[in-house]
Every structure is written in structure tokens, then in C-alpha cells.
């Protein structure tokens, strides 16, 4: 035989053995001295590894040579690799893990916010819960009324949160400002959002120190994400003695696109002569409303988003006047909305997101109010009693808003993101009261950047600024605005929130020409939260200084100048807890608040506490459903403590002063509603029907929101609402197919 | 000649090293599964989706050990010591995707669906209220994608048993739904005959869950 080949069969061999001679390789997975059971080490390439222990310790035997990779991976870390010569020596390793920050195991920015949406995270309050709280009405505002740090405020609309006014809190959708999310209001008593919870899919309900990507407002932002596509094709209807409604959503084949029409219209005028009303109706309520949409994602994951909705609304009522025994006040209020908002979200690649919006608003309201005698004649007055001559009045508020918004992100690896863009307002506001014609435009502008910085999952910092340019005041600002959250254990987590928030003044305050600034507020906000097997603790502490704010000075009879020497303070503490799990299909949630605020502001001489805000508010809100009766019963009980009220006229000097002050009674409230879901999980069924019924403040218990006074200031007499109870029947119809079951059916 | 003896010395080396690679792959397939009728707690199993993860990223073209460590980490998922459903779940998915990206047959991806059900399953498990909408659907439609490429599969039929088994009567779940479905999976087990490697797993259960259906 040949002898080089007798060489190379001998090296074959001897290759051979030295393979089959085995050395051990062992150590320890460790991240920040803590061991990692359950990690995976490989030799790459090769069928050898182990898996690591409940020390983190491991062990294993190969009978690989030479330069080979090590490859040790655990869920929740990023993968290491370590280079290793094997040879017969056995090999010792000491394997530090660096943690992988994911949405699910990092610390999030809580301080300040209720994050609610079908995110993985547990949610605070999503769609079905907010139509599902006795006495919300399906209205977003008043379920967010059952969550601390907001005041049961019944005379207005709007949220009161931790000491401020409703005017503070602004709502965003899709991250554009909606200017009246409301219909508009007759005097002392609240009105309904105009939006349906079943438009969003996400609400952050932000009660303090929220993010520099929003602006102009002093207290909190409310923020909608409407959805995306729908899940199905489907007809619905709404039939009740108060609304009937028809509407369609219809989704493209390929699931790409959609678009939906919606009509209702509602009329009070069945209700109201079932139902007894305080106010002599004169004209019954009714409102038409129309909304459309479509949406189309884009060929990169993008999407694209819009939404109209129009309405149009006319009431008139009669309430007895205050500075006389025979004479009626009748207020009439035609409003007309028209609202749109489009938005574009598109991934650009490599880490970079784009969010571009659009939106025009166009609200006119035309008020009118007329003092009247027995037989609802108008009265005139002599220019003696201009008290009496100022109630009558024609307000025609023509609002207009158009705006423009881009926000760039760019992820920085992991959770780490910066943000940065810009918004355009345009506001072109035109008051007319009387004959008086005030025009108000308003180029806002502004420049924003935030970086969400991720240190480990357990540490997380959110830096951000915001500068701000309003024309019609002429001034701008920069509001920086600081939150970073400290995940404390496994469960429980640490927030801290300091941030600037500036206001430009309302309205009516830059009807007289005056050389008037923003207003701000200074928030700090400590939070703790705890979530853990669908249980929710959360605690917050928080203090905030009011800056600047806008105090009146009294020129003549219901004429002020205007000025930012006001002042104030608000701190508290709020409570949340919420259980999902201990009972079965049983759900409920427990909030508390407490305040300590005054104010110098508007027309109070000195610091008071605001008269929309109770020291003390809580809320129990339950829901429990029954598989076996296919239906769902609710109980909300809402209290809050009494509120501050005033008089408060000008001296002789044309100073403010206290002419009468008090406190209301308490505030309670419980309300029930139940739904009946006869073909709730029937896979088959083509058609869906819900029947809901509700009532709000069931026991009757007499609510004082304040009171209104007599020009003397002799007479004063309690706001309340037109009705003690409020009653609810509806019927909502929806036809569409699921045809997610029926492969599986006819394989059977 | 000596080309020739060359050619020759380098045919058995070839051979013997192809040969063990298939035998060494087989054997090492064969023990572990074996290691699943005694693994009982999350760390038997999460070690054993290791192993088979570890032969898969060695093999790369084989789906079945992507598979099984798949199948290992959702057998873990049903239990409660399992903290973290949606870590496991997304651990599981990933497995899912490289066995989809190795499986050729129509067959082959309808088991890995099987899987993909299982963990939507458990993801939506964790609040079935508030994650029906998404988890539960995806579920629905993993089983529904499945069936469509391999109609006789008799887990996706257990799986679709158990399924309505765990849903309340008055949401068109209950035994007696559940009941023609196990037994049709009953009946496809019987005529099932797997490939050597191949998944066979579901009949014992499907017969103790019928149990209980009478």
C-alpha cells in the first residue's frame, strides 16, 4: 500500500480518537450578581450545551476541539457569545447577562397617567368599560369621573381635574387638539361628549405632568387613538325612545382598507313629557348627527386615518328669573358642528416613524336669551335696571379651527426613542354678542422634542421640551417637562413627573384689548403602582403652583379688564385600586382623592378654594356579569363632599369682594345598568343584539352644584339638576358575519 | 493506483461522517423525545425545549427540532407555575417561525399552527375578557389556517375540542359541542400512522377528554 496513504488513514484515526476524548465545560449565568436558571448554553453549531439551574449554574461534556462559539440565551436577556478553546482542560466561565428591555418587562412612565387600550399591559379602563360604568351614559367624560383626581362637577361639562378648571383639560385625537368636544352647554347643565368610546381604541388619561408633545393645557390632556381597522363588515342600529341610529362599517376583502357611515338622531321630546324636567322646554332637545371614515393601511405597516362627523342641535328653555317673582328667562341654543381629522402614520425604515395630521373644526352657536313675562312675552327694561336689560342678549360664536401636525420618531435600539416635530393652529374665532363683532385669529405654533431613554427594563427617563408661540398674545414659551420611572420589584414600580405647562387665555378674556400672557401651572407628581394578576394599586401624590393666572378687575356691570397677577396652589393624593380577578366575572374598581387648593384668580379677591372642586371625592364602580343569564349588571356609587360657593360683587372702589360665601351638601350618587347579550359567544350568530337599560342616581339624593344669585344678592337659589333621576332603554343592533368558525364546521 | 486509493480512503471518510451526522441526529431526536413522557415540571421542559432549540440551530434545515422545543415550551404553558405567559408565548412563536421557515410540507406547517393556537390560547387565558378580541380570534384563525392545509390532522381537532370544552355553554361552548369533535380526532388518531420523528401526540388526551365528555 501506498505509504502517504498509510499516513493519511493513521491521521484519520488518530483524528478520531483525539475526538472522542472528552472535556467539561462549566460555570454560571449571572446579571447584576443574581443567577438565571433556565438559560440555554449552546456550542454553536453543535447538538452540545445545557441548560442552567436554579443556582444559574451549569455543566456539560463535549468532545468538540478547538475555537468554538458559546452561545447562552434566557427569555427576558439579550444573547451573549463568548469565544472558547477547547482543549483536554477543562473550562470554567463566568457568564454575565445584560437584561433585554422589552414593552412587557420594562418599567413604563406612569407617574401621572391611566393608560388604558388592548395592549398587552393591563389595561385601566378600555371601550367596553366605559360603556359598561352605571351612570357614565357611555359618555368617555363621565366613566373618567370614577377615576381619582377628577371632581363630580354636574353645572358644566368638561373633566376637573386636581384643581382645575374644565377649560384646563384638553382632548386630542390621534394626537390632534379637538377644539369642542362637547355640545354646547346651556347654562348649569352639563352636556355629553361628542364622541363614542367605541371609536378608540386607547385612552391615555393623563391627570398631571404629561408629555412635551402636547400643549395648552394647564391641568391634563385626554388622549383618544381611534381604531384601526374594523374587525368585520356589519350594519348596526340604535332604537330607544331617546335615539334612533343607523350605520355601517364595512371592511375591504383583502383587509386593507375599510370605511363606515353613521346617522342618529336624537329627540328628547317623549322622554321629557314621561320623565318631569325642572325647565319648561319651550323647544324639546334634538340633534342630528352624521359621522364617516375610511382608513387604509399602507404597503409598510402604515396607515392612514379619517373621520367627519357633523351635527346639528336646537333646545329652548324657560327657567324662572332670579331677580324677579313672575318673570321667566328662555334661553334658546342652535348649534352646528362640522369636525375632520386625517391622519398618516408611516414606518420610513431603519427606526424612523412618521405621524402626520390634519384637522378642521368649524362650531357656530347661536344663543339667544330673552327675559319674558307670565305669558312668555319678551320684556323690556328701562337702561336703569341694566341688570336685568343685560339679560337680554344674542351670542352668534363662530369657531374655527384648522391645524397641522408632524411628529418624527426615531427608535434608538430597544424601547429608547426620540420624538421631535411641530404643530400649526390656526384659530379664527368670531364672537358677535349683540351687534358687537369681535375678531379673533390665533396663529399658534409650536416646536417639540422628547426622548424616552431606557437605562435597564427597572429605569427609564422621559426628557422633553416644548416651546410655544402664540400670535394673539404675542408671547411664547418653553415648558420642559421631566418623568422617570423606577421599577421597584417585579410588580411594583415608581414614578416622579415635574413639569411646566403653559395656557393661553380663553376667549373671552381677549375680547377687550389687553396686554395679557400665557397662564402656568407647575406640576410635581409622585406615583406608586402595583399591578399584579389583573389587581391594580396605585397611589399618587402630587403638588402643583399656578402661575400667572387671569385675574379680573371690574370696570362697569358685567365689563372687566383682564390680568395675570392670579395665583394658586392645588396638592393631594389620589387612590386607585382595581380587581379584576378575586371574584369571577366579577370586576370592580375603588377611588378616592383628596384636595388642598386655592386660588386667586378671575374675580376672587383673595385665595379660595375653587367652587367646582370637593376636598374629598370617591367612587365604587362594580360590574358583574352572568354567563347563564347572558346578562351584565352594574352599580356605580359615586360621593364627593360639599363644594365652596360665592357671592362675589364689586365694592364701590370697583374692588371684588365677598358678599356671601357657604357650602353645598354633599354630592351622591348611585346609579345602575344592566346589558342583556342574548347571542353573546354564539360563533354563528348573523345578528347581535344588546339590550341596555340604565338609571342614574337611582335613590333620588338631592344634588347641589352651587348656587346662582340674585343681583341684590338677596335671593340665592341652588343649581340642580333638571331632573333627579336620568333613565335609559335601548336596543343596539348589529349584522355582520364572523366566518373565523366556519372552516373548522364544515370539516366536521 | 494511488489516485485511486486517495479516491477511495476519501469515500469512506465521506460516507462514515454522512452516515453518523444522520445516525447522531436521529439518536440525539430519539432520547430527547423519549425525555418527554417524564418531563413533569416548567424547568423539565424549558430544558428540554434547550436541547432540542440547541439541535435545531445545529441542524438548520430540520424543522421537527424547532418544532419540539416549540411544543415543549407551550406543554409548559399550560401550567400554572408559568409565571410569565406572554414571555413563554412570544418565546414560542419564534420557535414557530424558524420550524415554519425550515417545513416544507402543508402538513408540516399545520402541525406548527397547532402550536401557534396553543399559545395565542394561553396569552388569552391570562384576561379572557379583555383579550378575547385579539389572542382568542388569532387562536380561532391559527386552527382555522391549519385545517385548510391539512384537513386529517387529528390534534387541530382536539385542540378545537378542548377549545369548546373550556367555553361556557352559553357562549356556544360546553361538552356537548365538544363532544363530535373529540371523536372525530379520536377517529383520526386511529388511522394516523406518523413518519418515524413525527408528532403523534394528543391521542391520551383526547381520550380523557372525551371521558369526561359522557
Known amino acids: 500500500m501506498n505509504r502517504k496513504a498509510l499516513i493519511f488513514l493513521f491521521l484519520i484515526i488518530v483524528a478520531r480518537e483525539a475526538a472522542l476524548s472528552q472535556s467539561v465545560i462549566m460555570g454560571k449565568v449571572l446579571c447584576k450578581k443574581q443567577p438565571i436558571p433556565g438559560a440555554s448554553i449552546t456550542l454553536k453549531d453543535t447538538y452540545d450545551g445545557t441548560t442552567s439551574d436554579s443556582s444559574g449554574n451549569f455543566k456539560f461534556i463535549t468532545s468538540e476541539k478547538g475555537e468554538h462559539l458559546l452561545v447562552i440565551t434566557a427569555v427576558g436577556y439579550k444573547m451573549s457569545e463568548q469565544k472558547v478553546t477547547i482543549s483536554n482542560q477543562p473550562i470554567e466561565l463566568g457568564i454575565e447577562l445584560k437584561e433585554e428591555v422589552t414593552e412587557l418587562n420594562a418599567v413604563t412612565i406612569t407617574a401621572g397617567t391611566f393608560e388604558a387600550g388592548d395592549k398587552k399591559r393591563a389595561a385601566v379602563l378600555n371601550s367596553i368599560d366605559v360603556a359598561t360604568t352605571a351612570g357614565s351614559n357611555a359618555d368617555i367624560s363621565a366613566a373618567l369621573k370614577t377615576l381619582p383626581g377628577t371632581q363630580q362637577v354636574g353645572e358644566q361639562e368638561g373633566l376637573f381635574v386636581r384643581g382645575g378648571a374644565g377649560y384646563e383639560t384638553k382632548q386630542f385625537i390621534d394626537g390632534n387638539l379637538v377644539n369642542n368636544p362637547y355640545f354646547t352647554s346651556v347654562p348649569d347643565i352639563a352636556s355629553r361628549g361628542r364622541f363614542s368610546p367605541f371609536l378608540f381604541k386607547g385612552t391615555v388619561f393623563s391627570t398631571g405632568g404629561y408629555s412635551a408633545l402636547y400643549g395648552q393645557a394647564l391641568s391634563s390632556v385626554l388622549l383618544l387613538e381611534s381604531i384601526d381597522l374594523p374587525e368585520k363588515s356589519e350594519i348596526d342600529a340604535t332604537i330607544s325612545p331617546l335615539v334612533v341610529g343607523l350605520g355601517t362599517q364595512q371592511l375591504a376583502k383583502n383587509k386593507k382598507s375599510s370605511y363606515g357611515i353613521n346617522y342618529s338622531y336624537v329627540n328628547v321630546g317623549l322622554y321629557f313629557s314621561l320623565i318631569k324636567q325642572t325647565p319648561d322646554y319651550f323647544k324639546m332637545p334634538q340633534f342630528h348627527n352624521g359621522d364617516a371614515n375610511f382608513r387604509i393601511k399602507t404597503k409598510n405597516g402604515g396607515m392612514i386615518k379619517y373621520y367627519t362627523t357633523f351635527a346639528f342641535g336646537d333646545l329652548g328653555l324657560r327657567r324662572p328669573d332670579i331677580d324677579s317673582d313672575y318673570l321667566k328667562d328662555a334661553f334658546s341654543l342652535k348649534n352646528n358642528n362640522w369636525y375632520n381629522n386625517l391622519t398618516y402614520k408611516e414606518n420610513l425604515g431603519k427606526g424612523w416613524k412618521m405621524n402626520l395630521g390634519a384637522s378642521f373644526s368649524t362650531n357656530l352657536d347661536k344663543i339667544q336669551q330673552q327675559v319674558q313675562d307670565k305669558t312668555n312675552l319678551p320684556k323690556q327694561f328701562p337702561s336703569s335696571q341694566f341688570w336685568m336689560n343685560s339679560k337680554n342678549f344674542s351670542f352668534h360664536n363662530l369657531q374655527n379651527l384648522s391645524l397641522g401636525r ?17 404643530e400649526y393652529w390656526y384659530s379664527d374665532y368670531r364672537p358677535k354678542f349683540n351687534d358687537t363683532l369681535y375678531m379673533q385669529i390665533d396663529n399658534y405654533t409650536a416646536a417639540f422634542a422628547e426622548g424616552s431613554i431606557y437605562l435597564s427594563k427597572n429605569l427609564a427617563a422621559q426628557v422633553g421640551a416644548r416651546f410655544e408661540h402664540s400670535s394673539i398674545i404675542n408671547r411664547s414659551d418653553i415648558a420642559p417637562r421631566i418623568s422617570l420611572a423606577y421599577k421597584a420589584g417585579k410588580r411594583s414600580q415608581l414614578s416622579v413627573a415635574y413639569g411646566i405647562f403653559y395656557q393661553k387665555p380663553e376667549s373671552q378674556q381677549l375680547y377687550v384689548p389687553s396686554m395679557l400672557g400665557f397662564t402656568k401651572a407647575i406640576h410635581y407628581v409622585l406615583d406608586y403602582q402595583r399591578i399584579y394578576n389583573q389587581r391594580t394599586l396605585r397611589v399618587e401624590a402630587y403638588y402643583k403652583k399656578y402661575e400667572d393666572l387671569i385675574k379680573q378687575m371690574p370696570v362697569s356691570y358685567n365689563y372687566y379688564d383682564y390680568n395675570n397677577a392670579g395665583s394658586g396652589y392645588a396638592k393631594g393624593i389620589d387612590l386607585f385600586f382595581r380587581d379584576k380577578k378575586t371574584i369571577k366575572d366579577f370586576d370592580y374598581w375603588i377611588s378616592y382623592s383628596y384636595i388642598d387648593t386655592k386660588r386667586e384668580y378671575l374675580n376672587y379677591p383673595v385665595p379660595l378654594q375653587p367652587s367646582f372642586v370637593a376636598n374629598h371625592t370617591a367612587s365604587i364602580v362594580t360590574k358583574k356579569f352572568f354567563t347563564d343569564l347572558k346578562a351584565g349588571f352594574n352599580a356605580t356609587y359615586s360621593w364627593a363632599s360639599g363644594r365652596p360657593y360665592y357671592n362675589i360683587l364689586p365694592d364701590a372702589n370697583n374692588k371684588f369682594y365677598i358678599a356671601d360665601q357657604g357650602k353645598t351638601i354633599d354630592y351622591n350618587s348611585l346609579s345602575f345598568s344592566a346589558e342583556w347579550v342574548p347571542s353573546v359567544g354564539n360563533t354563528k350568530a348573523k345578528s347581535f343584539l344588546v339590550l341596555f337599560a340604565t338609571v342614574s342616581n337611582l335613590l333620588g339624593s338631592n344634588q347641589v352644584y352651587g348656587y346662582n344669585y340674585s343681583y341684590n344678592g338677596f335671593i340665592k337659589s341652588p343649581i340642580m339638576p333638571p331632573a333627579k333621576r336620568f333613565y335609559f332603554v335601548g336596543l343596539f343592533l348589529s349584522w355582520g358575519v364572523d366566518r373565523s368558525q366556519d372552516a373548522i364546521n364544515n370539516n366536521l | 493506483m494511488k489516485k485511486y486509493l486517495i479516491f477511495l480512503f476519501a469515500a469512506i471518510v465521506l460516507h462514515t461522517l454522512a452516515f453518523s451526522q444522520s445516525e447522531k441526529y436521529e439518536g440525539a431526536m430519539k432520547t430527547n423525545l423519549a425525555l418527554f413522557d417524564s418531563a413533569k415540571t416548567v424547568e423539565d421542559f424549558t430544558k428540554l425545549a434547550n436541547t432540542f432549540e440547541r439541535i435545531g440551530e445545529a441542524e438548520k434545515t430540520q424543522w421537527l427540532p424547532y418544532y419540539y422545543a416549540a411544543l415543549a415550551l407551550s406543554t409548559a404553558g399550560w401550567m400554572p407555575a408559568l409565571a410569565d405567559k406572554d414571555a413563554n408565548a412570544d418565546r414560542t412563536n419564534a420557535l414557530c417561525d424558524k420550524a415554519d421557515a425550515a417545513a416544507v410540507t402543508d402538513a408540516d406547517k399545520a402541525e406548527i399552527l397547532a402550536i401557534r393556537n396553543m399559545a395565542a390560547t394561553q396569552q388569552m387565558l391570562v384576561d379572557p375578557q379583555t ?69 403523534g401526540w394528543g391521542q391520551k388526551q383526547t381520550e380523557e377528554m372525551l371521558a369526561q365528555c359522557q
Open chain 1, 406 to 422: 408632524a411628529v418624527i420618531e426615531k427608535s434608538l435600539g430597544g424601547l429608547s426613542a426620540i420624538r421631535f416635530g411641530g
Open chain 2, 131 to 199: 383579550r378575547f378580541m385579539s389572542y382568542g380570534i388569532a387562536a380561532g384563525q391559527d386552527l382555522q389556517k391549519a385545517l385548510k392545509l391539512d384537513p386529517n390532522n387529528p390534534r387541530l381537532y382536539y385542540l378545537q375540542g378542548a377549545s369548546l370544552f373550556g367555553t361556557p355553554v352559553q357562549y356556544g361552548g360546553g361538552k356537548d359541542k365538544a363532544k363530535p369533535v373529540f371523536e372525530k380526532a379520536l377517529e383520526l388518531y386511529k388511522q394516523q400512522n406518523p413518519k418515524e420523528l413525527y408528532p
